[in-house]
């Protein structure tokens, strides 16, 4: 946390360092609630209603009431980012089922907790964002869709922070996490996209990946440059034979991949890459700026 983080909490702007949840908050007790991040550029969260639908409908699939509507969440989201000192940054919006007693009924919450924290968020280092960050494929795998569906955007990352230990022992950046038929899902904290013969490609949800908001938008951007795109399973060896190799999401934006499990991506960064980051960027500008909230 920085010195200049800023929280709304039911309906308060306050330092985050002054914000407290309840330790009888089921989000805190049994991870039972949802959340978003949000990038904001200029003062402007970038695709604000996409988030939000995202957040309604991971609500909707744990039966979680939202507090508030769409669009007061949403001025919520503008005040947070007015009352902090600088124009880009992170939002991190979470809805927990609130104040309960002990025990993971959720009928003993009587109401849901929201809160919205803004600060800097820096995944990496501007170096290992130029050069490219070192990769593994974890032992642990990404849950099955039959137990907890991926579109849900919970509280519950336990899975992920797992693999992320086997990273950080490995000595390397990230992890990308395998489904139980063995083909490739997501990072720990990101949509993982390929280049192979110049076509795109990025696991279908149906593997196990997150609908990324930013998964979406590099789609959008490759179709707008005339970069084939296409939605298909991905084994080890795809990976391994990658011509590049990119990880996107909102806190991580766009990330070139160097190696994964010692073997060297050729393209890092590499052509498609780079066009893309342009396109994103210059989406970013046109869509963020004058629009300060």
């Known amino acids: 946390m920085n010195s200049d983080a800023m929280c709304w909490m ?16 089921h989000g805190l007790l049994y991870g039972d609630g949802v959340f978003e991040g949000i990038r904001f550029y200029h003062g402007a969260p970038f695709r604000l209603l996409a988030h939000l639908k995202r957040l309604q409908d991971s609500a909707r699939a744990i039966a979680l009431t939202l507090p508030l ?13 007015h009352a902090f000192p600088e124009a880009d940054g992170y939002l991190r919006l979470v809805v927990t089922r609130g104040v309960g007693t002990l025990g993971i009924n959720p009928e003993n919450c009587a109401a849901p907790t929201m809160f919205i924290i803004a600060d800097h968020l820096t995944m990496i280092s501007q170096e290992k964002r130029l050069q490219g960050v070192k990769t593994i494929i974890a032992a642990t795998r990404r849950l099955s869709p039959d137990g907890l569906d991926p579109r849900i955007k919970s509280l519950n990352y336990l899975n992920h922070i797992l693999a992320r230990m086997e990273s950080n022992h490995a000595g390397a950046d990230e992890a990308l996490l395998l489904n139980a038929q063995g083909f490739v899902a997501e990072g720990t904290a ?19 990946a997150l609908a990324g908001i930013t998964r979406a938008t590099v789609m959008e951007v490759a179709t707008t440059l005339g970069i084939k795109a296409r939605e298909l399973s991905v084994a080890p060896y795809d990976l391994y034979t990658a011509d590049e190799c990119f990880l996107t999401g909102t806190g991580a934006e766009l990330i070139p991949v160097s190696s994964i499990d010692g073997r060297t991506v050729p393209g890092c960064p590499g052509p498609v890459f780079e066009q893309i980051g342009l396109g994103f960027h210059a989406l970013v500008e046109r869509e963020c700026r004058g629009r300060q909230v």
């Open 190 to 208: 990101d949509n993982v996209f390929i280049v192979r013969d110049d076509v795109l490609i990025t696991p279908p949800l149906s593997d196990g």
């Open 10 to 25: 039911n309906g308060e702007i306050m330092a985050a360092s002054e914000a407290s949840v309840s330790v009888f908050d």
């Open 69 to 81: 509507e769409l669009e007061l969440i949403a001025e919520a989201v503008e005040q947070t980012i």
